[in-house]
DNA sequence: TTTACGAACGTGAACGTTCACGAAACTACT
DNA sequence: AGTAGTTTCGTGAACGTTCACGTTCGTAAA
């Protein structure tokens, strides 16, 4: 038996209708329910009975109307299937959530929809945006006016604030760490999905996407990566595949397949580095002592795999705690929009764990 | 350079702002902004034009009192760095997104707050809640009132609809392929988190958290597990451990050192699988030679680990599906909540991968 | 010229709440 | 009893938008 005595659902009570029933004003409703002073005690309860009865839930819109907006956060995700993402997300949430923000989450990985379509479905809703945007960053300053966006990875000029990683120091440490190796003969993994290039998907180069040697990374972090290799004055391969570890793990398998001597694979991420540690078993060759494995991101997987994966680690929840203590200081009037206090770049640090 | 001319953040402009700006009224202005007809083309540019150097945004709070809630959904996630919630949420927000729904979500996994913190935080934004509760299902909807609440895992009655699993079935398929591996010497491993019992965690039974035969196991899952290992005749193993992947690892490490001939483990779900597949590899054991290891959940993460996880699947793209179709039904009338036709029970496949 | 009519645009009202006041009732002290 | 102070409660206004009308203007048919 519900506490309600019947199932009308027409209108959902207002205030009114509690003041009413409690033979009280609106105000007094509003003392009761809000825990304000000026009110007797046994009034309270009374009108908080009356109110749970009538299923009284007050209107976010009225409220916010005349209070004026506390802060409700979009968050924009490219795929919440990459552990990556839940675990920056967690710390995002977590941290503010301790601020009394909500986050309104949209994951744009599925449908075709991209970084910008995500920014555009969450700007009526919320006051700010933190995301990870491919590119679009710009276009989504833009869709949400003088409102904050915080854009982590690969920053343009247009966007409020940033995050960015310092894809040429990490991959300093992993390219010498693979030459202290005596790797001989390196490969890299990138990633080939189209919002890594900022640009839309009909723009990007379809050579990238070929199995091996596809002429240029499409990723930031692959162009670095290349830098680097292209420095060694060692041939290296370059090979990309769509952001999953079943790609990864087929695109390893071609590499393996066609490049014998690969004895070191540096991927573009954990995710994918799972996959290929899956492919140089396959191939029936030993981790670290045939070839190398070296993933980016450190994820918590990366221990759980076998050989235990060495990463290019990045401390997921401080990278969440600088994106919410960016927007903190974004939204209090601490941080200018657009200065150097509203740009912040992290570094990763090489985890040397069993893969190389 | 920005687009607007200078920077007074003190009031955001109000479609007032941009009416005088245009030397049009409101109503001018709301149909240039939401394409209604009426209107002249060139107004609407110059209109659209003005609004946008104004940063002008329509308030949401004030759209939503006069045309009434769009919907936006609860979503509650006991904790996103178990990969099996990220993947449930991901199929949930996808769909939602579908809708035009929106999607706020808790993960209340951190500072020891509850399913029930987590509802209360999201009830006054929201017009309807999906999440795992553990146990809180009852006072969530208390706290809800008409709105409606989907419980995944273990509904009580209270809730408007809920979504279960059959773990005596899923139990059965695995503990019938153990015996016909000829398993002699099986475990079980449960969760210990407080919140599954559905009861605070200070009465949680303290004798389930040790690390070997904790008296009762405390999950729902684990009590039909119990039932069925009982009925086999064959004497089996209990121990908890925290709901981690380094808990699980350290629990059966604990088992195989005590329990020396322990042949068969049956973990409470993939994530402390995988941490109970290294304990065994730690112990100098083969899988599934030596000990055999079936999971819960179904995780892709299951496919990465090695040897690959043998589990009880769950379709997570079909659960977050029925979620948010029951809840779809719910809002539209559709379904009458706490009926037949709002609870739902889905049942596992036995995933025969390398580990058991 | 009148009439009719549609396109383009404007105005009062309403949505449900809180804020800033003011009014009433009760208490305590002279 | 009179007065001051405190506690308890009520009322007009405002928040920013859309809805349901009205009004104005221009154009074409009568």
New binding site residues.
């Given amino acids: 038996m519900s506490p309600t005595t019947s199932g009308r659902p027409a ?2 009570a ?3 209708d509690v003041a009413a029933a409690a ?8 003392r009761a ?2 825990g304000m002073p ?3 005690e046994s ?1 309270r309860e009374r009108v908080q009975e009356l109110a749970r009865e009538l299923g ?1 839930t ?2 976010r ?3 916010g ?3 004026g907006s506390r802060t409700s956060v979009g968050l924009a995700i490219p795929d919440l299937t990459n552990p990556y993402f839940p675990a920056f997300a967690s710390s995002v949430v977590e941290l503010a959530t301790q601020r009394g923000w909500h986050i309104v989450v949209d994951d744009y990985g599925h449908g075709g929809r991209s970084g910008l379509d995500a920014v555009e479905h969450l700007a009526p809703h919320v006051d700010a945006v933190i995301g990870y945007l491919g590119g679009y960053a710009d276009q989504a300053q833009a869709a949400l006016g003088r409102r904050p966006l915080i854009v982590l990875d690969e920053i343009p000029g247009g966007a409020a604030g940033g995050i960015n990683f310092d894809y040429a120091r990490a991959g300093k440490l992993a390219v010498e760490h693979l030459r202290t190796m005596r790797r001989r003969s390196i490969a890299y993994l990138d990633a080939c999905e189209s919002r890594h290039l900022g640009l839309p998907p009909e723009s990007r180069d379809p050579l990238a996407s070929s199995p091996l040697d596809g002429g240029v990374p499409c990723t930031v972090r692959g162009k670095a990566v290349a830098r680097l290799l292209d420095g060694t004055g060692t041939p290296w391969s370059l090979l990309a595949a769509e952001e999953t570890a079943g790609a990864a793990r087929a695109a390893a398998a071609a590499l393996l397949r066609e490049r014998r001597d690969t004895d070191g694979i540096l991927v573009f991420n954990d995710l994918m580095a799972a996959g290929v540690l899956k492919a140089v078993a396959d191939a029936g060759l030993r981790v670290p002592e045939d070839c190398a494995v070296v993933g980016m991101d450190g994820i918590p997987l990366g221990e759980l795999l076998t050989p235990e994966l060495s990463t290019l680690a990045l401390d997921l929840r401080e990278v969440g705690r600088a994106a919410v203590e960016l927007l903190d200081g974004l939204l209090t009037g601490a941080i200018e929009p657009g200065s150097d206090a509203s740009r912040l770049t992290l570094v990763h640090q090489l985890i040397l764990r069993k893969s190389a």
């Fill in positions: 209108k959902p207002t205030i009114l033979g009280v004003s609106r105000q007094t409703v509003t329910m809000n000026g009110i007797r009034t009284y007050p209107s819109f009225a409220k109307l005349v209070q």
